[in-house]
């Protein structure tokens, strides 16, 4: 899923493009796209683009008389910009914004299409997308500490939790959580304020340093290569890969969907956190140490 580094550069690759222009056309294609019937989607064409902007992990669009135009991309889908008299096709289009310079396309990879447009008559109409997680970026330590401690849950869920932190995901909070030195399953109720202080100045680095790099890498050209794996990645997505601190090998926790990747050495003192997958293979001799799991995977 598209997080706030990635949200940011969409957002500026969007206002370059189409603040000020009229929208021209809306076509979805998508049966599940659109949740919202009124006001009707042909209310949004010929109106100009007035603003753009995020509520958490969600873009807005907003247009001329007070209509905002609200896309979630959820995990697979991504936007992609044509210039004009291009005509976007395939099963993965979902719906195109045709704007007299160029078009927006919205696509969704896979099968389970859970990206959602919405078309709102009013900014009140807004407010319940908004979970009130915080901004890390935009509060002090204090403020952050207090969002987190408001209730007891794991460091990766607190993050992850758009109900506490604002535009956090499976990815960013993965290297926030090795950057603080933290174990992802750490409860919000056990940690000091040093480590807290400095699970927040990891937040504030990770993301406006990743912000940073992806708009350098993308140069004004509009992000055609957003993911969640990137290169320069301390943890996330290198299961088995040696942490660029430590060298020792980083380990995983898979649960549904989604993995949580960490570095056992600087991250737990050096203990294994159960997998469920591993954990029904080797039964009761799950091993507590990366010796104990060498000696088990080896014998």
Not at 87 to 106: C, D, E, Q, W, Y
């Amino acid at each position: 899923m598209p997080e706030l580094p990635d949200i940011r550069l969409y957002l500026s690759a969007l206002t370059s493009r189409i603040h000020g222009q009229t929208l021209e056309h809306v076509q979805v294609s998508g049966p599940f796209l659109l949740r919202t019937v009124t006001p009707p989607l042909s209310e949004a064409e010929g109106r100009r683009v007035v603003s753009i902007e995020r509520i958490g992990k969600r873009i807005v669009i907003g247009l001329e008389g007070d209509l905002f135009l609200v896309i979630h991309l959820m995990i697979a889908g991504r936007l992609r910009w044509k210039e004009a008299g291009c005509k976007p096709s395939g099963r993965i289009v979902l719906a195109t914004f045709n704007f007299p310079n160029g078009t927006l396309v919205l696509t969704e990879a896979g099968t389970r299409k859970r990206a959602s447009l919405h078309l709102v008559g009013s900014r009140v109409a807004l407010e319940p997308f908004d979970r009130s997680g915080i901004d890390v970026e935009s509060v002090d330590a204090g403020t952050f500490a207090a969002a987190l401690r408001r209730e007891n849950h794991t460091l990766k869920r607190a993050l992850t939790d758009p109900c506490i932190v604002d535009g956090i995901g499976n990815a960013y909070s993965d290297e926030i959580l090795h950057r603080a030195r933290l174990s992802p399953l750490c409860l919000t109720s056990r940690l000091d304020d040093a480590a807290m202080d400095r699970l927040y100045l990891a937040c504030v680095e990770v993301l406006s340093e990743w912000t940073r790099r992806l708009e350098e890498e993308t140069g004004g050209r509009f992000p055609d290569r957003v993911t969640a794996f990137r290169h320069g990645m301390a943890v996330h997505g290198r299961y088995g890969l040696p942490c660029p601190v430590c060298r020792t090998p980083v380990q995983r926790i898979r649960y549904a969907e989604n993995e949580t990747n960490y570095c056992p050495h600087c991250q737990t003192g050096g203990r294994l956190l159960a997998d469920r997958s591993l954990s029904r293979l080797l039964r009761q001799d799950w091993p507590r140490s990366l010796e104990e799991l060498d000696e088990r995977l080896r014998g």
